[in-house]
Each structure stands twice: as C-alpha cells, then as structure tokens.
C-alpha cells in the first residue's frame, strides 16, 4: 500500500501570543502533532500547513497530494479564506479524510461538512477528563483501554450542535459533571470525517501518549478508499446504455 500522506494543519497563532502556549508547544502545536503522527505511522508522509502561509499553505497542489487533513483552529477561524474551504470541502467529497480536532468544532470547514451550528458549553477550570470507549472494536479504539484519563483539560459539555454521528468512538466526562461526544465519525460524499475533543493549547495534551495514538489511528481509518471524481457535475447522459424503443402515445 502507499504511504499515507498527512497534512496537519495548524492555526498557529496562540503559539506566538500567549508564552504560556508557546511553552507547551515550543515548536508549534502542529509541528507536535505531526510528530506524534510520524512517531506512531512511521512509513507516513506527514508535513505541516499554516494559516499564515500563502493559501493557508492549501493550494490546489497540496490538497490533491494530501490522503488525510488534520485541523486545529480557535481563534482565526474567520481569517480562513472561503475559496480554501471551498477547496478543502471539495477533497473532502472526493475522498480524502478529514480530522478536526478540539476547537475545531467551530472551523468553517466542519460546519461547512456537518451543516450544523456545531455549538457546545464550555468551562477553563484545570478539570480531569475521562474519555471512555464507547466502540471498543472501531479501529479508532485499538490499542486504547477501556478509558484513558487527562488530568488537566478544558471542559467541552453536551449538547453538541452536530448531526448523530455515523459512529461513536468515544464519550467524555468531565471532574465538573458534564459529558461530551468527543470522538465521533461522519461519512460525506466519499471522504470520512473524525471529530476528537481534546487538545487545549494551554495543556500539553498533544504530547499525550494515548492522545496521539488516537490521532494516528483515525489517519488510518480516515485514509481515502477510493477516489470520486467531478462530485460536484451532474452530466446529462444523452446516449443510453440501452437503446430506448419508441413507446406508442
Ligand atoms: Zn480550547
């Protein structure tokens, strides 16, 4: 089988505001998480891409050459440009896996796939997160326990403004009370769409070992199965398969 190749994209701003962030993430929250993928899928292409760069380093090019998309994003959701959504949605139609993680939920690509305010609670209060495994045989799952606990994380809490997942991998709870969908799995068009909660920049969650082996195996699962091409045409088929016999009026 061919390498899968990966692109994390990363929003890349709190990094280089907040000192707090920068030093959970010294070299960007997307370079780490590239790096837990390469740890984990080490015959995987991963590279990185980020708001800044030109196109938000999505060009027609990159996309065509990316199997899996990863997404963080929180506080520039509105500076992605529509046309590399566009873009992205499109991919996403024809095959190719799409991972939103945490504070993605409001990206303007995983409302454009879902379709739904994608609105949640939230709460900053160092609470312990308990994500429980809800689908123990999805390949999403594998090599995790029966649960696997964060001692600090932001708190994400029901409801959650999405359509019902196609699959339900994992389900969160909170120190404070409040439970969560946090790992959850769509199908659109030919691509597969995996949200997964966690990843607060200011804890150091994507070092997380648990955390990361998640991530790798959605890239797995996420990889296109196939390609649909020209999703968007609906051509007029103006020669039948079969000739048509003329029918008396
Ligand atoms: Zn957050």
């Known amino acids: 089988m061919n390498p899968i190749r990966v692109t994390v994209w990363g929003e890349n701003v709190h ?19 590239a790096a837990g993928i390469r740890e984990l899928l080490p015959t995987a292409e991963v590279g990185t891409a980020t708001l800044q760069e030109p196109e938000h380093g999505l060009t027609a090019e990159k996309l065509a050459a990316t199997d899996v998309l990863i997404w963080w994003g929180h506080m520039a959701h509105a500076e ?5 959504v566009d873009r992205v949605q499109q ?7 799409l991972i939103v993680l945490h504070s993605g939920h409001f990206a ?40 696997f606990e964060l001692e600090r994380e932001e708190m ?25 969908r946090s790992g959850c799995c769509w199908h659109r068009g030919n691509g597969k769409i995996f949200y997964f909660r966690p990843g607060h ?23 296109p199965q196939g390609q649909w091409t020209g999703v968007s045409h609906c051509p007029n088929v103006k020669t039948p398969v ?8």
């Open 15 to 33: 990094e280089h505001k907040s000192p707090k962030v920068a030093a959970v993430y010294p070299d960007g929250m997307h370079n780490t998480i």
């Open 80 to 84: 992605v440009a529509d046309a590399v």
């Open 91 to 97: 991919r996403v139609l024809e095959g190719m896996g």
């Open 108 to 147: 303007k690509i995983f409302k454009r796939m879902l379709g739904t305010s994608c609105a949640l609670t939230w709460r900053e209060a160092d609470e312990k997160e308990r994500l429980w495994v809800c689908n123990p045989g999805h390949p999403i799952a594998r090599g995790i326990d029966t649960y």
């Open 156 to 180: 994400y809490g029901e409801p959650f403004g999405i359509p019902s997942p196609d699959e339900q991998v994992f389900i969160s709870w909170f120190e404070g009370g409040e439970v969560f």
């Open 201 to 223: 920049e200011t804890y150091p969650t994507y070092h997380d070992k648990n955390v990361r082996r998640v991530i790798a195996n959605a890239v797995e699962w996420a990889r």
């Open 242 to 249: 079969e000739p048509i016999k003329p029918k008396a009026r």
